[in-house]
């Protein structure tokens, strides 16, 4: 069985949809990558799917400006953590801070494969689970890969057949691509269908 995801993007600060049809044509559900540029053009990323794609991409938003996700300076270092300060600390030190937040905030990138491109939605969570395994598979050895901001490991559900997950890229720019091969790799994923779980005559 093959797959393919049909690339699209970017969608961030300064690009989203405000009319209502063009917010409804992101309405949909998909895979998506969030992807955060930092100096020396290393990158931070992390994996998702949604049933509505802008929505999620609105919450990550909201993450950032409410404190809610960790803060990474210039260089991609985490300077405030997630759960590692004090909300009260936070609110006394905005001189500090709300630079670190506009800057996260407008670094924030979402390029998305939605499902009637190329897979049913049933297999979503698939699709999910084999491209953040890729992810961390790159980002071994890849100084250009800081990291996989994925905070909840994702389980890819059994399957019945070898399936190969192509990504199609012809709908994003020349740099975007580039973006996205250096952190996905531009080779088909493949999945292969686990021996143990076929009986064994005998």
Known sequence: MQF???????????????????LAALAIPGVYLRVKRYEEARTVSYVGQSKQLIIRFDQHLRDILTFSAALRDGTGAVVLGREGASRYGVYNALDSVMP?????AARLQFYWAACEDG??????????????????????????????????GITEPDFDDDMVINHEFDDISVEDRSVLTDILGADPIRLTVRMEEFGHAG
């Not at 393919?4 to 049809?21: H, Y």
């Not at 670190?100 to 996260?104: G, I, K, R, W």
């Not at 790159?138 to 990291?147: H, K, P, Q, Y």
């Open 4 to 22: 393919t995801l049909r690339w699209r993007g970017p969608m961030g600060p300064g690009l989203f949809p405000e009319a209502g049809d063009d």
């Open 100 to 104: 670190l937040v506009a800057a996260e």
């Open 119 to 152: 897979f049913d939605e049933e297999y979503m969570t698939l699709v999910e689970g084999a491209l953040k395994t890729r992810l961390e598979e790159r980002v071994i050895g890849n100084e250009a890969i800081l990291d996989v901001e994925n905070r909840q």
